[in-house]
């Protein structure tokens, strides 16, 4: 049975350099890559090909009227897609200018296929008919390589029909597998109720390492929130980011030790942005300070310390990551912020209390982590690491080498890049960090070059676990 310590001072890990991982490629690789290689590629050309055969007709009217409609539609749709999604504040980083080209050409497609269809001849329309899904799946892609999201056909085919987790096991198994000393951890699905939030949330799960099994009872062992980025499913990180080889192989290292993981849903829906905060979309905050430290204590024995509990973010769970560890120092001491923004945002300020907090500004001010820091003063004990993104950097004026993630596959975030940073995570992690030190938050800033991509996520993660075991009171094996 593993021994709970208190947690060191925290000494900054030794970061490894961009790519932790020799076999990184091959972590996210199993199976056909939606990121790269011939298989999206053949999708867009395709569906290029199948929209020139669908336009190329004869007739003047076609030319004068009904093409140019075609492209007019095109056009309106992209514009409408850019504005929505400016509107809502639903992205971070600026998409790519191909991902709205695959937008408007979808559009196209569509009026391609309506106002062509009189009068042409069968093999035409379906031609134009086929042009449509294979627009549309070119969009899909170049959406999922814009954010990495999910690496292979495999892992997507997967998410999508709800196939098991690696180990998925059901709560109702766990009494018989006590005592069997498990090689592997065992995940499980698990439904918290919502009576301290009131927050509608899906189904979350639970990552219980071989060590729970020992013993007739289970060890009090530390905790590990695991958040997930704006648009998520409780169960991305461990689909779309796959850190279980990585946890898996540090455990068997690690003689089975290691702290429970619980991938928590921070928003209730796929689309619902919440920033982890209290709001017109939820009560995301309690939820995860009252329902869930609550359930896994009660249900799975886990430690009741704060120095034993840690929360893990990224992206917009990377800014949840630090207010939680400002706002409850009570329920958690250890933060990870990977590519977080300065606190919560959905647009910038204004905006941003208007959609998250109705207009309260009080309410963002309670939710700022800068605020929150200066007015709560000194902390005790807390710690953090921040693991923050700087643009892919390209050959300069003289020729000199510099690393370009959009084309060496070796380097964390092979997904797809704009080479800008949302203008919310530019220099975040420096600006709490600084705060954090003035009050007492012992904290580290490490930078990768690379994309906002589940690629980059789980690497950092992978490159923090030990020290986040260690923080949280666990012992590791020697290097």
Request: aromatic share 8%; hydrophobic share 40%.
């Amino acid at each position: 049975m593993p021994v709970l310590a208190a947690p060191p001072t925290p000494a900054p890990p030794q970061f490894p350099p961009a790519n932790p991982n020799p076999n990184y490629q091959n972590t996210f690789h199993h199976g056909i890559s939606l990121l790269h290689g011939w298989l999206p590629t053949t999708v867009e050309i395709l569906a290029v090909m199948f929209l020139v055969v669908a336009v190329a007709r004869g007739t003047r009217r076609w030319w004068q009227i009904q093409l140019p409609v075609c492209v007019l539609v095109g056009f309106i749709a992209t514009a409408a897609a850019r504005w929505y999604v400016a509107d809502r504040g639903l992205a971070s980083d600026p998409a790519p200018a191909l991902l709205w080209g695959c937008v408007g050409g979808t559009a196209a497609a569509v009026a391609v296929a309506i106002l062509g269809w009189p009068g042409t001849r069968r093999w035409r329309r379906a031609v134009a008919i086929l042009a449509i899904p294979l627009a549309l799946s070119s969009t899909s892609l170049v959406l999922n390589q814009w954010v990495g999201y999910y690496p292979t056909a495999q892992s997507a085919w997967s998410a999508l029909t709800a196939g098991p987790l690696p180990n998925q096991t059901e709560q109702s198994a766990l009494p018989a597998l006590r005592g069997t000393n498990p090689t592997a951890g065992r995940i499980v699905p698990i439904r918290i109720p919502d009576t301290g939030s009131g927050f509608p949330h899906r189904a979350e799960y639970v990552y219980l390492p071989p060590a729970w099994f020992t013993g007739p009872t289970p060890p009090a062992l530390p905790v590990v929130m695991m958040i997930g980025g704006e648009f998520n499913t409780p169960a991305d990180w461990i689909r779309s980011g796959q850190i279980m080889p990585a946890v898996d192989k540090f455990t068997t290292a690690n003689g089975g030790s290691a702290p429970i993981m619980v991938f928590v849903d921070s928003s209730g829906s796929f689309n619902n942005d919440t920033e982890c905060v209290n709001g017109p979309r939820g009560n995301a905050a309690d939820h995860l300070t009252r329902d869930v430290p609550h359930y896994v204590e009660s249900t799975f024995g886990a430690s009741t310390n704060p120095a034993h509990w840690a929360a893990v973010g990224w992206s917009m769970g990377g800014t949840c990551a630090v207010d939680l560890a400002v706002m409850h120092p009570e329920l958690l001491r250890t933060f990870v912020d990977i590519a977080g923004d300065l606190g919560p945002a959905s647009g910038n300020k204004d905006q941003s209390i208007a959609r998250l907090f109705g207009g309260d500004a009080e309410q963002w001010a309670a939710f700022d982590p800068l605020t929150v820091m200066t007015k709560h003063g000194s902390y005790t004990g807390t710690a953090g690491l921040f693991d923050d993104l700087t643009p892919p950097q390209r050959p300069g004026p003289g020729g000199t080498h510099r690393t370009d993630p959009t084309s060496d596959d070796d380097v964390v975030g092979i997904g797809g890049h704009d080479g800008v940073l949302d203008t919310g995570e530019v220099g975040a992690a420096e600006q709490l960090c600084d705060r954090g030190r003035q009050v007492g938050i012992d904290c580290t800033v490490h930078t990768t070059q690379g994309g906002h991509t589940w690629q980059f996520a789980s690497a950092a993660f992978t490159s923090a676990l030990p020290w986040i075991v260690t923080r949280t009171g666990l012992p590791i094996p020697a290097a």
